[in-house]
T-cell receptor, first 113, second 114 residues
């Protein structure tokens, strides 16, 4: 248990489905992040939220829609995905302080069929 | 910009062998340096960190020293175990950088055989 909980752990969805990934942290952190990890590719930062405000969107397609209702919760809403979106989606939290590392969740393994 | 370069994997060792995974960095400001480990099917876990030059981070027998003069933060362990098999990521976070973002290397896969 890292302090960052992601649900579900595994998700299989069709290309026309709509689903959401959830991330929750009780570490008192004020920054939250979504990463995508595909096989044989570097980690890709998708979105950054600081104090509930989105401060970074790394040219992510609009079929991925993040939501951060408060500093403890982060969602990633998914719709009309493509097979190449199949990956491990990782949530992380931190303080926006340069000496702090990130605390990661265990990830959601997404398969798009 | 900020970047991290790690040695290419995979690295395959026998149990009790000495491990070194090289990491060098380029930073636009003063960085903190981190090593993360990812076991199969899991997220990344912070292994150790160092926040100023000449600091040594250590945890679970792993060590890394922040070398400003060579811009390096090499990971070492004196005697690896099968349970150390994982992917290791070097990362940096720069004071004054954009959102104090963590910049990761590409990761190095370590396999330890009995």
């Amino acid at each position: 248990e890292t302090g960052v909980t992601q649900t579900p752990r595994h998700l299989v969805m069709g290309m026309t489905n709509k689903k959401s990934l959830k991330c929750e942290q009780h570490l008192g952190h004020n920054a939250m992040y979504w990463y995508k990890q595909s096989a044989k590719k570097p980690l890709e930062l998708m979105f950054v939220y600081n104090f509930k405000e989105q401060t970074e969107n790394n040219s992510v397609p609009s079929r991925f829609s993040p939501e951060c209702p408060n500093s403890s919760h982060l969602f990633l809403h998914l719709h009309t995905l493509q097979p190449e979106d199949s990956a491990l989606y990782l949530c992380a939290s931190s303080q926006p302080i340069w000496t702090y590392g990130y605390t990661f969740g265990s990830g959601t393994r997404l398969t798009v069929v | 910009g900020d970047s991290v370069t790690q040695m290419e994997g995979p690295v395959t060792l026998s149990e009790e062998a000495f491990l070194t995974i090289n990491c060098t960095y380029t930073a636009t400001g003063y960085p903190s340096l981190f090593w993360y480990v990812q076991y199969p099917g899991e997220g990344l876990q912070l292994l150790l960190k160092a926040t100023k030059a000449d600091d040594k981070g250590s945890n679970k027998g792993f060590e890394a020293t922040y070398r400003k003069e060579t811009t390096s933060f090499h990971l070492e362990k004196g005697s690896v175990q099968v349970s150390d098999s994982a992917v290791y990521f070097c990362a940096l976070r720069v004071w004054g950088g954009s959102n104090y973002k963590l910049t990761f290397g590409k990761g190095t896969l370590l396999t330890v055989n009995p």
